[in-house]
């Protein structure tokens, strides 16, 4: 399904989640905080890095 998702709309964090980008509201190396959930979503380890750096490089000034 990741694959079919526009590039860049969509982030897999977690071998269990894919997530919008649009709907970001804060993030770390462990968690990423979506605007209207309660609860974080947890990033994976295997994806930290990547989602860490993209993340960083992409935020709005």
Same mark, same amino acid.
């Given at each position: 399904?990741?694959?079919?998702?526009?590039?860049? =709309?969509?982030?897999?964090?977690?071998? *269990?989640?894919?997530?919008? =980008?649009?709907?970001?509201?804060?993030? *770390?190396? !462990?968690?990423?905080?979506?605007?209207?959930? *309660?609860?974080?979503?947890?990033?994976?380890?295997?994806?930290?890095?990547?989602?860490?750096?993209?993340? =960083?490089?992409?935020? !709005?000034?």
């Amino acid at each position: 399904i990741h694959k079919m998702l526009p590039q860049n =709309t969509f982030l897999r964090v977690h071998r *269990s989640f894919l997530i919008p =980008t649009n709907r970001i509201q804060k993030f *770390s190396k !462990q968690e990423i905080w979506l605007k209207g959930l *309660s609860r974080p979503i947890p990033v994976g380890r295997r994806y930290a890095k990547e989602i860490y750096d993209f993340l =960083t490089d992409n935020r !709005q000034p």
